[in-house]
Nanobody
């Protein structure tokens, strides 16, 4: 069992930055791939970024590539999402998730993940 709690969301103007944090508790955190997803009102939940258990292999949605950076610190049981050059279309609830599987191809799909946080709101003003 893994428990996840997101923090760091808020209101920011276009072009600003935020850093989201996801604090994890539970067993064998270092063996999980970690992902960030987001969901805007009336929209489907979409993939944002993921990082594998080794902390090296990362994946990004095309819409955030070059602007967002995912990282993890296994010693602190924490995963981060650094968000730069924010746009109004980035406005959404952002969710942290943990994946215990071994498939590299499934880390971009929300239904592959075993555990989810409750989300943190990010609002980018236009």
């Amino acid at each position: 069992q893994v428990q996840l709690v997101e923090s760091g969301g808020g209101l920011v103007q276009t072009g600003g930055s935020l850093r989201l944090s996801c604090a994890a508790s539970g067993r064998t955190f270092s063996s999980y791939a970690m992902g960030w997803f987001r969901q805007a009102p009336g929209k489907e939940r979409e993939f944002v970024a993921a990082i594998m258990w080794n902390g090296y292999t990362t994946y990004y949605a095309d819409s955030v590539k070059g602007r967002f950076t995912i990282s993890r610190n296994n010693a602190k049981n924490t995963v981060y999402l650094q968000m730069n050059s924010l746009k109004p279309e980035d406005t959404a609830v952002y969710y942290c998730a943990a994946y215990s599987g071994s498939s590299y191809t499934r880390v971009k799909t929300s239904n592959a993940y075993d555990y989810w946080g409750q989300g943190t709101q990010v609002t980018v003003s236009s």
